[in-house]
């Protein structure tokens, strides 16, 4: 009986991780073939009249790297100090079992999974309508912004709490204050997992489209002379290249896109091995 018992274990495991292997390889199959499809159909049409030349007879894609930079520049500023910020006070001021700590946790995590079309929704009736900003790359960052802060306080937070308690009883001990303890001890062993996190966020802004669609106004042809001027984005141009009549140029958009996020992705891991041996080492 233990012998058949021990047979039927070995064979289920045997089972399961055969079908393990399998959903991986059809993950990574319908991964590579998205990005083989698209680099077979965009790299041709990459050039510098794509990149960099004036928005004519041939399109380009200069206002939608102008116009990303700027939505990155204005969520990140916006929510990277206030992510942080809730994240520490979360961690370091409060008691993790208290019931407004979990309903503010249920909170983030809840507008973590909302959809991003919502926030999009939100941003025009509050900014564009509302507010007045009428459509612009301020109200379009401001609502990126809102959109990647439960992402920054959730991470930041996690990374906090991986911080060992000794570390801040050591700081404590040796007569540093709470202020000093956070951001001589915490916040430095905790750094590569903020780091990895406001990366991360960065790649969510980049190839958002439907926050944008609504806050905006997609204005492709023209360079956003400020932050309050209307603008396009990659995501964007993507978009508007694939429904205008121009395939080539929309699949060489996406290729660019592609580039930035896996770049954005391979700087997050380089940044979080450099941060993480700085950890050891300084412990």
Do not use: W
């Not at 499809?37 to 399109?59: A, C, H, S």
């Not at 001021?93 to 991003?116: F, Q």
């Not at 106004?217 to 694939?242: C, I, Q, R």
């Not at 140029?249 to 996406?254: D, E, G, I, K």
């Amino acid at each position: 009986m233990r012998k058949n018992a021990h047979k039927r274990q070995v064979f289920k495991f045997a089972a399961y991780k055969i079908i393990a292997q399998i959903m991986l390889f059809l993950s990574l199959a319908a991964l590579i073939l998205v990005v083989i499809f698209i680099l077979i159909r965009g790299v041709p049409y990459v050039n510098t009249q794509l990149l960099f030349g004036d928005y004519g007879k041939e399109p380009s894609i200069k206002p939608a790297l102008v116009g990303t930079f700027y939505l990155i520049l204005i969520s990140v500023l916006i929510a990277a100090p206030i992510g942080i910020g809730s994240a520490v006070f979360l961690t370091e001021y409060t008691n993790s079992k208290s019931r407004l700590i979990r309903i503010v946790r249920l909170a983030t995590e809840t507008l973590a999974g909302i959809p991003s079309i919502v926030y999009g929704i939100f941003g025009y009736l509050v900014f564009v309508v509302a507010l007045g900003f009428k459509y612009s790359l301020i109200g379009g960052g401001i609502t990126l912004a809102i959109m990647i802060l439960p992402v920054i306080v959730r991470s930041t937070e996690e990374s906090l709490l991986a911080v060992p308690l000794s570390l801040r009883e050591g700081s404590f001990a040796l007569g540093s204050s709470k202020v000093r303890t956070i951001f001589s001890v915490v916040l430095p062993c905790a750094a590569s997992g903020i780091v990895t996190s406001l990366i991360l966020a960065i790649g969510r802004v980049i190839s958002e489209s439907a926050v944008l669609i609504l806050t905006i106004g997609m204005v492709v042809n023209k360079m956003p002379e400020n932050f309050a001027s209307p603008g396009t984005s990659l995501a964007l141009d993507v978009y508007y290249f694939g429904s205008h009549g121009y395939p080539e140029q929309a699949a060489a958009t996406a290729v660019v896109l592609l580039v930035l996020v896996v770049s954005i992705n391979i700087l997050a891991t380089a940044l979080g091995k450099i941060f993480g041996k700085g950890e050891l080492a300084n412990g």
